[in-house]
């Protein structure tokens, strides 16, 4: 069973970059650069047509279950591409527990005025649809209007595109970092050694497991968290050492 993980304690100050960007600088082959990529590109549309959902549910007063189902449904879907059929559990577990807690940390964020804002993105979206506004663009224009009540501005990254490409950029690795694991325990890799990033932005819990090589089938201490992998949530592993992750493993035959 996947461990209920809280996304409203991600840490929204770090905002999303390009993705060729924060996958290029990760230590992954141009394979692993790419199939995050694409699956970050897919996982976004998936992510920002469910938040502009929940903005017409919240609009008509409807309740949320129906995002919620197709968050979950479409992302189980996503999941099954890349893991195979005997990782069906894992899936179906964590798909449902993602969608959620991204209707609960939405409906929490969603008020009138913020409602309205997103529909005019939302509207010049599909308006401008062969040009998709970028994060930039989108947080800019969400955050510069005088109108728009003070207190909603921190509410404004909840129906973002921003959000959606950071949930991409998060949810890449959470997938395509445990696909990388299962392959490698299939074709008969015996060590694994963790790495960071060796810059500013990672966390001394995980410097500290920097370099640390243990059998394939071991489990890293990382604070107070046990994982296989960067990024495992299937030993219930805390949000603080998995959001915004961006470490990686190197297999040793």
């Known amino acids: 069973m996947v ?7 991600l840490n929204i100050n770090q905002r999303s970059e390009p993705y060729d960007k924060y ?10 650069i790419r199939e995050r990529i694409l699956f970050a590109e897919d996982f976004e549309d998936i992510f920002f047509e469910f938040l502009m959902y ?25 999941m099954f591409e890349y893991l195979p059929e005997s990782d069906g559990d894992f899936i179906r577990d964590y798909a449902a527990t993602f969608a959620v807690n991204a209707v609960d940390a939405t409906a929490r964020h969603i008020s009138g005025s913020l409602a309205s804002e997103a ?11 062969d040009e998709i506004l970028s994060s930039e663009q989108t947080i800019e224009q969400l ?17 973002s ?12 690795n959470t997938v ?10 299939e074709a008969g890799y015996s060590r694994k050694r963790w ?28 604070g107070d968290s046990l994982m296989r992998y960067p990024k495992d949530v299937s030993l219930g592993a805390s949000i603080d050492e998995i959001a915004n992750c961006r470490c990686g493993l190197i297999y040793v035959m």
């Open 195 to 222: 790495v960071t990033e060796a810059d500013e932005r990672v966390r001394p819990t995980h410097r500290i497991v920097h370099g640390a090589t243990i059998p394939i089938d071991g489990i890293f201490v990382v």
């Open 161 to 172: 595109l921003d959000r959606a490409k950071f949930n991409a950029e998060n949810e890449a």
């Open 3 to 9: 461990k209920t993980l809280n996304i409203d304690e």
């Open 54 to 78: 929940m903005v017409v549910l919240n609009e008509y007063g409807k309740a949320f279950t129906p995002a919620q189902e197709q968050l979950q449904e479409r992302y189980r879907d996503k």
């Open 119 to 129: 529909r005019k993105i939302r509207d010049k979206v599909v308006a401008e649809s």
């Open 143 to 159: 955050e510069i209007d005088e109108n728009w009540p003070e207190e909603s501005q921190a509410d404004s990254w909840y129906v």
């Open 176 to 185: 395509l970092n445990r696909s990388d694991y299962l392959n490698a325990k």
């Open 23 to 32: 996958f290029g600088i990760m230590r992954l082959s141009k394979r692993q």
